[in-house]
């Protein structure tokens, strides 16, 4: 599978994710229901772990050790590259919210779902 | 994190069992995926099923997010080039053929191959034992899943089995949509009885639909034999029997009409296929001996081809005039037991018209004679 790259847009799956470890290391679970809430749409757990595989592939996120959390499950956290790609893709997303604003299709403030 | 607080001591019985579903349906990944990330997919799995209100909307994201992702995953691994073959970790790698010199590379490569299929099948077999140690650690589940298919085999084979003799395989005779079994129903009572053989007389005289009609009746029958006596089904038949059926014998012959006459005194014998098989081995020599009923000796003169089996507990057939002093009931227009009356209907005739046509025949003993299709 091709290497994901910060300068070609990204799956809704993979910017999710990327998107819940933003704020810090979480669990497989976790970003499970940070999706949910945040993009409306509902990750299995055999999607979630193929992204986070593919996203560490990429060099995008790494394992961490879970501190104090559950030792049965495994922490991820976004490594530099992973913190620029979701910038870059965040960048990327608010132009094209600019845009869709400009063109008077959506109002200002408006809900993510 | 919403899922953490939760404790492993109240897992419900469903839970439970979809937790074990899961665990199965997990061996549907690429082993090394499966190997780094089964146990959190199964405490994931966990936490999702607890905390959804219905099991049901857990399995229809689980088992969609798996038609997604197990083939994304194989074909991960299938198109990944540094993915490593399976139980590669385990025993080492295989010969590396970069450094052998380039005259052997050809058998280095074969046993290359043939290492990897080696260890591919002992990966199956490991999956295999892991399966049934599985299976053995879930007793519930195992009865539960091995009384489903049981049940499930077994309800398609008996309705196959019905539909398919009673729907797609045609009765073993010639125009089997002609041949009618007659009977008769008290006007009170809507029963099908048999029809005595007085109203079989009547029938044969006076239907003008049926072309054919023949009448037996059943006794069973005294064999001797040295090493074995037994009781015989035996269907006495009334002329036109056979020809009824249109079915010729598989050896010898069937009744000759002067062998159905009631001075006759002829004592011939036809066997069914099974009969002929069972009591005789198969004698190819059978046609003409003797079959030692203890009453009246016949000769054997036939044996029927398998698939003739009417009536179906019959294994010999022999004329009833010859020996319907036997029946001292025979003539009595109300004695309908083990009797049975087939007709075949004329060219063109269908069942109404010819049940019409039986409405008025009238008899003594007031019943009305119907038809049904054999």
Redesign the interface.
């Known amino acids: 599978m091709d290497r994901m790259a910060a300068d070609k847009p990204l799956t809704p799956a993979v910017f999710h994710a990327l998107l819940a470890l933003a704020d810090g290391a979480a669990h497989g679970y976790a970003i499970m229901q940070a999706v949910e809430e945040t993009a409306g749409f509902q990750m299995g757990p055999g999607t979630v772990y193929g992204t986070l595989s593919r996203l560490e592939e990429s060099g995008w996120v790494e394992e961490a050790t879970a501190q104090g959390g559950d030792a049965r499950r495994r922490y991820w956290r976004l490594t530099g590259a992973g913190h620029t790609a979701l910038r870059a893709e965040s960048a990327r997303l608010a132009a094209l919210a600019d845009l869709v604003r400009a063109k008077k299709l959506a109002p200002h403030g408006a809900q993510v779902r | 994190?919403?899922?953490?607080d939760r404790t492993d001591g109240a897992t419900s019985f469903t839970v439970r069992v979809s937790l074990i579903a899961y665990r199965w349906l997990l061996h549907t990944?690429p082993r090394g995926?499966r190997a780094?990330?089964a146990?959190?997919?199964m405490?994931?799995?966990k936490?999702?099923l607890q905390e959804s209100r219905w099991i049901l909307h857990a399995w229809r994201?689980?088992l969609?997010?798996?038609a997604?992702?197990?083939p994304?995953?194989w074909?991960?691994t299938w198109?990944?080039g540094r993915t490593k073959p399976m139980g590669l970790l385990e025993s080492g790698p295989p010969p590396s053929h970069d450094r052998l010199p380039m005259w052997i590379e050809p058998n280095a490569r074969r046993r290359a191959r043939r290492w990897h299929v080696s260890r591919m099948l002992e990966a199956w077999a490991r999956d295999f034992r892991h399966a049934t140690r599985s299976l053995a650690r879930a007793p519930v589940f195992t009865v539960v899943a091995l009384a489903t298919l049981a049940l499930g085999i077994g309800a398609n084979t008996a309705i196959f089995s019905v539909v398919n003799s009673v729907l797609l395989r045609p009765l073993d005779y010639e125009d089997p949509d002609r041949l009618v079994t007659l009977g008769s129903s008290h006007p009170d009572r809507g029963q099908f009885f048999p029809l005595s053989y007085p109203d079989f007389r009547d029938l044969r005289a006076e239907s003008n639909r049926l072309a054919e009609i023949a009448f037996t009746v059943g006794e069973t029958v005294l064999l001797r034999g040295d090493d074995l006596t037994e009781r015989v089904p035996t269907a006495y038949v009334s002329d036109g029997f056979f020809s009824l059926l249109r079915t010729s014998p598989l050896r010898g012959r069937t009744f000759l009409a002067e062998e159905e006459q009631r001075d006759s005194g002829a004592s011939v014998a036809v066997l069914s296929h099974g009969f002929w098989q069972r009591r005789f081995g198969g004698d190819p020599g059978i046609i003409g001996q003797t079959l030692d009923f203890a009453d009246f000796p016949l000769t054997i003169i036939g044996v029927m081809p398998a698939g003739f089996t009417f009536p179906s507990w019959a294994e010999v057939w022999t004329p009833l005039a010859p020996v319907a002093g036997r029946f001292p009931t025979l003539e009595q227009r109300d004695y309908r037991v083990d009797q049975t009356v087939i007709g075949r209907l004329k060219a063109g005739v269908t069942l109404a018209e010819a049940n019409a046509e039986l409405e008025g025949v009238a008899f003594q003993v007031p019943c009305r004679v119907g038809l049904r299709v054999a």
């Open positions: 994190m919403r899922g953490m990944y995926f780094r990330f146990a959190a997919m405490e994931d799995c936490a999702l994201l689980l969609r997010d798996l997604a992702s197990v994304r995953e074909w991960r198109s990944s």
